[in-house]
């Protein structure tokens, strides 16, 4: 689907986040609606029928929980993507979205592009491809093929290709080991003669700029992407 056809419903009763959102979501193309509040939302929301709603919870009228829980009483949008965008970041926050139906969660602040990569991932689905296909999202890092750049703690990181392409490849394939010869097939090709030597350095560079959490060294076979303990 193409994003000029894609729907995007964004509610809050803050002026300055809609117009922020709003402006950055307009930017990539997306065609974007707005609410300041839930029975505004659901008023709307029953018109065009959007692909995504971004919800606050805390808004006047009627509060983001209460106008998930009735969208999703209606059939028509069982499709419908809502994730919330709220300053609220407690527990019981979290899980009385999700028990209201939820797909995803994001506490304020974030960044504008931050923001929209993960908009993008849950777009997928109406794209007809994986939604982790071309974007993985691990929450403090996110990996977008599209553009060949990685997100760290909401920090833009554009990495050289090769570099890029072999972070990729780890991160998907979580939590399994991808062998040496895999990693050389995959990112050099069998053409190029390639040591153990440029693999550790590229490595280590990725270790420099996106922390030494996730890429783990599996003595004599290879590495793995894992993501750090909470």
């Known amino acids: 689907m193409e994003k000029q056809q894609t729907k995007i419903l964004l509610v809050d009763d803050e002026p300055d986040i809609i117009e922020i959102i709003k402006f950055n979501l307009e930017k990539k193309g997306y065609h974007v609606f707005t609410a300041s509040d839930g029975l505004e939302a659901i008023k709307i929301a029953e018109k065009i029928i959007p692909h995504l709603i971004i919800m606050d ?30 300053a609220r970041g ?13 797909d995803d969660y994001v506490t ?19 794209e007809g491809e994986d939604q982790n296909e071309n974007i993985l999202d691990f929450g403090g890092l996110i990996i977008d093929k599209d553009e060949y750049k990685i997100i760290v703690q909401e920090n833009e990181i554009f990495l050289p290709r ?6 990729y490849l780890l991160a998907s394939k979580k939590n399994k080991v ?26 280590r560079k990725l270790r420099e700029k996106i922390g030494n959490n996730y890429v783990k060294t599996v003595k004599g076979i290879g590495y793995k992407f894992t993501l750090p303990k909470k």
């Open 57 to 86: 919870v805390m808004m006047p009228n009627m509060d983001g929980i209460e106008a998930c829980e009735q969208l999703r009483k209606d059939s028509k949008f069982s499709n419908t993507i809502i994730m919330f965008l709220s």
């Open 90 to 102: 407690e527990d019981f926050s979290y899980v009385a979205a999700f028990e209201a139906g939820a």
């Open 108 to 126: 304020k602040p974030i960044k504008p592009k931050v923001l929209v990569s993960k908009v993008k991932a849950l777009l997928r689905r109406f």
């Open 162 to 167: 090769k570099e890029f392409e072999l972070i």
């Open 178 to 203: 991808c062998k040496r010869e895999e990693i050389m097939e995959t990112i050099w090709g069998s053409d190029v003669v390639v040591g153990d030597r440029t693999i550790d350095v590229h490595i």
